[in-house]
């Protein structure tokens, strides 16, 4: 029957404390509200990092990982007094997974960290290694098997820790007529690498011998991936 | 499954545990006036709800009360094209 005091509104909650007008609901709304700001607040600014980092790494875009996770926390605000007992945490997390994983296929994530992964390889991987959420946790939260999802973990594992090789090739034609090119300019190299009247095979030392290829191009585009060897 | 600690996962972990990013300032004022409209949007969807069962509830009552067969004097068969005044 009063519209709510000024001493209620949201303390300590820098939102320039509007709250929704309430008319003649009462002001046991106004407190209910303003208990959640508080609250809310006090969840934010605890795991506001962790779970932007998530989406982050999710969505591999700050921009978009600023949108989902703004999307979501909006979501846990409204459904703050439905959660009883539950951990907000958890509830964000799932909310942010449940997003991530059903958006459409022309919103592909790009970039960040995990850049060679596939949505699905992100979101296992993130939730494996950076969440530390069990497999079978996983596997019931995206809908899938336990063993799936340990494939999955294991092929983006092996994707992650694969050197950044060159881009993939866009078709077999690409890749056949690169590699031809490749060893076409290994075997060039390999014949007029000795006859080179500047460097003799004896100037290259043992890199020379143990890799002709490095050797015969030390300043090639394959250098940087050439053993120096211990000084 | 294994409960020993593998080393491509620590390698893994260890790519991943990067420091997280600044957050926005105004991330959780962004959120908290979404999260308002949400909790608004929802209230008025649940009066509105509730205000079409309760409108339906007394209609169906209304009529029940108006429509209701009266059974307490039998129907008369006035209209019958078979003989009533006994066979033949």
Redesign the interface.
């Known amino acids: 029957m009063s519209p709510p005091a000024p001493g209620e509104t949201a303390k300590g909650?820098?939102?320039?404390a509007r709250l929704?007008s309430h008319g003649g609901v009462g002001r046991r709304r106004a407190a209910a509200d303003s208990r959640r700001?508080a609250e809310?607040?006090a969840f934010?600014?605890g795991a506001?990092?962790?779970l932007?980092?998530t989406a982050?790494?999710l969505t591999g875009d700050?921009a978009a990982?600023?949108r989902l996770?703004?999307?979501v926390?909006?979501?846990?605000?409204?459904d703050w007094f439905r959660m009883r007992a539950d951990d907000p945490y958890e509830q964000a997390r799932s909310e942010l997974v449940r997003r991530f994983h059903h958006r459409p296929w022309w919103n592909r994530p790009r970039g960040g960290?995990l850049d060679r992964l596939t949505g699905q390889e992100r979101l296992v991987?993130?939730l494996r290694?950076?969440e530390g959420v069990a497999?079978e946790q996983t596997a019931a939260q995206l809908g899938l098997p336990a063993d799936r999802v340990?494939a999955i973990c294991a092929r983006?594992?092996?994707t992650?820790?694969s050197r950044p090789a060159t881009p993939a090739a866009a078709s077999v034609a690409e890749a056949r007529s690169a590699r031809a090119a490749r060893e076409q300019r290994a075997a060039h190299a390999g014949k007029a690498g000795p006859g080179t009247p500047g460097g003799s095979p004896a100037a290259d030392g043992p890199a020379g011998a143990r890799d002709p290829v490095a050797a015969s191009s030390p300043s090639g585009p394959s250098g940087s991936h050439r053993y120096e060897g211990t000084p | 499954?294994s409960p020993l600690p593998n080393r491509?996962?620590e390698?893994?972990?260890r790519?991943?545990?990067?420091p997280?990013?600044?957050?926005?300032v105004d991330?959780?004022?962004?959120?908290?006036?979404?999260?308002?409209?949400?909790?608004?949007r929802?209230r008025i969807e649940h009066t509105v709800l509730w205000a079409l069962l309760v409108a339906a509830a007394i209609a169906g009552i209304v009529l029940a009360v108006l429509a209701w067969p009266d059974h307490s004097t039998p129907p008369v068969p006035s209209d019958n094209w078979w003989p009533t005044n006994g066979p033949n």
């Open positions: 909650v820098d939102l320039n929704p700001d809310f607040a934010t600014a506001g990092g962790r932007l980092h982050t790494l700050p990982a600023d996770l703004t999307a926390l909006a979501r846990v605000y409204a960290d991987v993130t290694f950076f497999e340990r983006a594992t092996a992650l820790r | 499954m491509r996962d390698e893994v972990r790519l991943l545990d990067t997280h990013p600044a957050v926005p991330l959780a004022a962004r959120a908290v006036l979404r999260g308002r409209r949400i909790v608004r929802r």
